[in-house]
């Protein structure tokens, strides 16, 4: 079971040429800079533009080729549009209750819910036109979520809002995925929400697809930019194990050993993803241990990119898991780098994402 | 009593025409007007010139032409005749078409606009939420054109209120059937009975008037920020 | 003894009335009313409209003309009921001004108006014996910038009355008992107005009606209201 | 030839009165649709009513009333009169005066409409970057409103060509100054000379048709995506 | 010279309460979390919205009190609207045109030099319905700056754009300000924009103004919600003293010692801004040596805070300067941190902001 889709379009200066196969499950997150071709792809999968000589497959269910086009309000997709795009003439609350009365039924959610998630019960009342940017978005995302879709597309949904409210509704997006088995386009152009929400990664750039794969993949390969930016980093998979109540650290056990984690209780046993910035990881030659570093990994260095630059990035090796490390040149060379010397990898922080 | 019987045959006769034209004209022209608004076809602008173009001929000439259409041996009224429904000329179904036929531009236009401006997004918005295109007319169409549909009807409305030519023309001035109230003012001028004339007119005027400011002021005004 | 006879099924009767007769036809259908039971029903419009009309239909049984030329016209198509037709009264030309007490005659020779209202000669009989008489004063061409013309005779009266003209030609019907100065048009300065009838559907009511405009208590009233009758 | 100079100098008469009459009724419609637009007065409404009032009026009384207002002793014909303008009765600015006030809801309304559509944020947009409210007017509003610039002129040019008992009224059918052709036609089927009136509608049918659809091609309809 | 503003307005279900004063020159920072009233307060900034009893002077200048009210074209301010609000009726290059021919002569900016800038020349005959959320906000800035405002009011005028595109756009903002003394009010919920731009703070919610000050004083100061969140960080003042070009290293001089950052060559004698986040600070009893990390602090712990949350926040001084470091409630067990005790500060990374 798969998304498999084939677009192609010339604007005269922009020409738009894709080919992409995702997994149906999970979410997949689209990046890329401004202008890349990331709205007009989610606009063809949602079949609100149509382009001859198109293809796209969801699962079993062909919804476009030669002879077949499927109308946008038969593919049961969620849309939520970069402009908020609500209905002016309706109250926010007629706007949530526009998609969820033509859901089948049985298969609403619960407004309430996803109102207290959205913290837009004090707007239910209002015009579109008295909400602030933040709130219109707000209103979409639910508005978007109650038509219970097949397939939610997601267009830089979280722009406009602040982190700690980006905080609160990024944990929901996963749990549509993973609870409702709902299937996500997430495009983005910040790296912050990709990392944390995709499971798959489409990078874009010229109305071309650059990469696709699985996000530790696609994060940590150095021939392309994501690598080498100064924000470069790595995703590892843990498995939680244990819990220090004294001093309130997760303790779990990764490909690349030990990792302990401030913070609240994380349910033992579970599966969580870890990202590691990379300029959040500094290399030693010794095991320090009068530092307020916790986590330390024992890797062996794979590979120095980053030429004559003053900043260098370090891809090592922990287990069968790639670590990148920015580290400044001067620092390199005073630790002689070379491929396959043993360092130890000291991690500042390490987040976890799912 | 200050008003004939005949005066208030007429005035009955009038808001049911008028009722009824503009109830048609909303029926045939929403439709007409959507599609102009939609269209991409090449040629799209000739229909629009059809539309426009009843309104430059005079009334009475324009009534004398759907009288010839309307006769028994005209293609409107062969074709009525062999539906069955007899000739349609100096009936009030007859004034229904002419006063439709007249007032369609009024109608089509000032919807084509508001459609117009309906914007494509919003249509996409409803779209993804499992509006079909009946759908999505309804629940978004309509109502963010809703200032047009009040223009529309306005205009249509009164237009068939004051229509006059085209009404006498082909409705042949019968009390009851096919006398409306302009006719029946026009013939209070044209018999010297001026107070009468002045009388009816000024109920027209006053009904007229309190319509309007009922149908204005209750317009949806606030729905069209954008 | 003549209109009583079908008394006791009253019917109806249409009657297409010239505008300019529609000051009569009104007391007329109401004494013919009273006395026979018929309803009458007056279609008013201009002797060209209600032609049209006519020839395409319209649910006319008697036609009350402006002139004789349509009804004619009608005859010899065989629309009408043929051998109907006859003059039901004859049309007088006034000259009319609203101003009161002022010598209409002498305002028409010394051109003391602005405008001066006529029917429009081409389409209403007034309008032709306006022209007519205006000839014989020797007045028509030198007129010509100042006439303004009505459809019918209707309008060129509104014209004067409202005193955007001020003075003009109309019909005596119309000037007669309203405040203004008027002067009857010798007959012989004009071809006379035949204000012809004719019957267009056989209906014994309607043909009762016909029998009415000519009994001599329908000429009473044609005449009351300022027409002569044959 | 197959017109007659009487009908050319009608077709002439009625595209000046038609071509000035818009040209007034855009003049006047434009800065009282904007106001009525943009007002946030309370009684707003009964203005808007008022201006579709005369619509309701046939035609003819319409003109029978404006024939006594515009007589000497009539309230616009002493105001005129007093001005020195003379009476306006049967004169060419009086038949531009009639055509105005019949055909001005057709102007206004479809405008109001399109102004309301300009949205407020466009405005503000405009503001900021140094315009004045006479500026943003010209330079926002009216290109945004084009389609309805073009609707009310249609409907305002049609109207008046078609424009008929109004104009009879008050013009008083006096060749090269207030005949216009609708007039023309209406004599030729008075007369029954049919085939002349078949003509002289087809040409003006044709000559509308013609400018309508020049200008329906060429409206501006690319720029109200919103 | 400074800009004194106040406002009330009472929506129901929002109430909007400032009295604010700040610099006239450099560029103010609104930072807030959704729907707290930054848009209301540069639309009343603008005179786009009329509160009556509103006061608002600035430098001798008076927009509005009782008696007056100096209509918003008149008070030639730039407002970049959240979106992006070009005129549809126009192409790319009638909108940028639209503001510039509306300055007074003398005072045009160059249309190239923006246009370069923003990368929006392959636009120029477009109409801004086919252009993507990014380029048409680009377009908005463009237009915006070209009108030569003499107060720049910027309401999340990046929010759609990707990393890259913002580390292009920041630095010519800067210049905006500082070359032409254009002030700035810059609406942003993305700190990093922020703390990147801003020399002033103000930090709102529910429509109220919760603190006012320089950027490093906001940041630091433990009673706001900045200094507790885990994205704490602290801003220094700095001057570039030398440059090592073998390892392509910056030499700077600050109040809290030496500095060293790697990248291209600073501007010898030229003061900046640094930035270090909280969490890429951790503390040692002892100076290392054998690390990666080049910049090593000595200072004495002020004050720890955060109870027992499993990471606590620990404000240091070194020289007059505050540096927070946010550091695992254990380590800070371990260290035994107390206030007055010497430590030294080692920060993974330091940004130059200005
Ligand atoms: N109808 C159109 N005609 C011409 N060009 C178009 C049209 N629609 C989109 N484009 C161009 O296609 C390119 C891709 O647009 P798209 O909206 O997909 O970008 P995006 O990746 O979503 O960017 P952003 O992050 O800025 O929203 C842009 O350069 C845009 O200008
Ligand atoms: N006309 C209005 N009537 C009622 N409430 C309004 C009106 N305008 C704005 N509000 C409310 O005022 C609050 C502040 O709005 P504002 O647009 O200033 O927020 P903001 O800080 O810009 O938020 P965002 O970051 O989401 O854009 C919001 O809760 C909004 O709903
Ligand atoms: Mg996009
Ligand atoms: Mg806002």
Redesign the pocket.
Known sequence: MSISARFHIDHGRFTFGVDIAIPEKGITGVFGPSGCGKTTLLRAIAGLDHFPQGYIRIGGEVWQDTTTFVPTYKRMVGYIFQESNLFTHMTVKKNLKYGLSRVPKGRELSMDTIVDLLDISA?MD?YP?????????RVAIARAILASPRLLLMDEPLA???LDRKREIIPYIEALNHDLGMPIIYVSHDRDEITRLADHLLLMDHGKIISSGSIADVLTRVDLPLAKSADAESIIRAKVRDYDSKYQLSILESSVGQVVIPGEKLELGRDVRLRIPARDVSLTLVHQTDTSILNIFSATVDQVFGGDAPQVMVKVRAGDTAILARITRKSADNLKLKPGMKIFAQTKSVAVLT | MIFTEADLVALFVTVKLAFISTLVLLLCGTPLAWWLSRSKWRFRFLIEAIVALPLVLPPTVLGFYLLLGLSPSGPIGSLSSSLGLGSLAFTFQGLVVGSVLYSMPFVVQPLQDGFRNVGISRLEAAAVLGASPIDRFFSVAVPVARPAFVTASVLGFAHTLGEFGVVLMIGGNIPGETQVVSIAIYDHVEMLHYSKAHLLSGLLLLLSFLTLTLVYRHRGFKVVAS | LLFGTSYACSDEVRIAVASNFSLVAAPLSQVFTKTTGHEIILSHASTGKLYAQIVNGAPFDIFLAADVERPLKLETDLIAVPGTRFTYAYGQLVLWSSQKSIDVEAALRDTEFRHFAIANEKLAPYGRAAMEYLSYLGLWDNIQKRLVRGENVNQAFQFVNTESAQLGLVARAQAENREGTLYLVPKSHYSSIHQQAVLLQEKPAARMFMTFLQSSEGKTIIKSHGYLTP
Chains 1, 5 share one sequence.
């Open positions: 707007l209002q036109r008295n909400l602030s940017g933040g709130e219109q978005q406009s809002l602040d």
